[in-house]
C-alpha cells in the first residue's frame, strides 16, 4: 500500500495520522493564522502564498512523516 492510500485510509477521526492534517495546520495555524485578513479574497491569496512556500520548503513536509505517530503509515 503506498502512503498516500495508506493517509487516505485512516480514519477521520484520527488527524494526527494523516499528513494532509499536518499541512493545513502549518497553513492555518502558523502561516495565515498569524496575519491579518481583509476579506476571502486575501485569505485566499493568503493560503496560496503558504501552499506555495511549502512547495519550496520540502524539508519542512518531510518533517510531517518523520513524527512518531505516522511510523504506522510509513512502514507500508
Do not use: Y
Amino acid at each position: 500500500m503506498s502512503v498516500l492510500a495508506a493517509a487516505a485510509a485512516a480514519p477521520p477521526s484520527t488527524p494526527q495520522l494523516n499528513p494532509n492534517e499536518w499541512v493545513w495546520k502549518n497553513v492555518k495555524h502558523d502561516q495565515v493564522g498569524r496575519i491579518g485578513v481583509a476579506g476571502p479574497d486575501d485569505l485566499k491569496t493568503k493560503a496560496v502564498a503558504a501552499l506555495r512556500r511549502l512547495q519550496g520548503l520540502p524539508t519542512i513536509v518531510q518533517g510531517f512523516f518523520r513524527d512518531p505517530n505516522l511510523a504506522c503509515i510509513m512502514a507500508w
